[in-house]
């Protein structure tokens, strides 16, 4: 893996508080150990989308702030859906990121070269 600071046309899609289908203690622990290693490795896609589920991970009370805060400030965009944020009540609780729309999401996927979804 390349230790420079490489930033790829890919975006990561999160929609679960987590990564996979477990229980919310390994599915947090699983996404941390991932974001961890973009950090580390400097790999970064050029956005990360939250939308569902998803959305909980940007918000107050989230295990994975500090890593999603360390590569927004390296330049990878996070948008978070405005309508999930509704959704579950959590508009006032978004600590990273910029709150955009569908069309936000998909603008992001139609010009990424890859699209990947966790």
């Keep these: 893996m390349t230790t420079s600071?490489?930033?790829?046309?890919?975006?990561?899609?999160?929609?679960?508080?987590?990564?996979?289908?477990?229980?919310?203690e390994l599915q947090h622990k699983?996404?941390?150990?991932?974001?961890?290693?973009l950090n580390e490795y400097d790999v970064l896609p050029s956005v990360i989308c939250f939308f569902t589920q998803g959305v909980?991970?940007?918000?107050?009370?989230?295990?994975?702030?500090?890593?999603?805060?360390?590569?927004?400030?390296?330049g990878v965009w996070l948008i978070v859906c405005h309508t999930c944020l509704n959704h579950y009540g959590l508009q006032d609780k978004l600590k990273v990121g910029f709150v955009g729309g569908m069309g936000d999401i998909l603008e992001a996927q139609w010009r990424a070269e890859k699209v990947i979804t966790l």
């Design 5 to 24: 600071t490489e930033k790829s046309s890919t975006v990561i899609l999160l929609n679960n508080d987590g990564m996979g289908n477990a229980e919310p």
């Design 30 to 37: 699983l996404i941390t150990a991932y974001l961890t290693l």
């Design 56 to 74: 909980r991970l940007v918000v107050e009370g989230s295990p994975v702030l500090d890593l999603l805060s360390s590569l927004e400030k390296k």
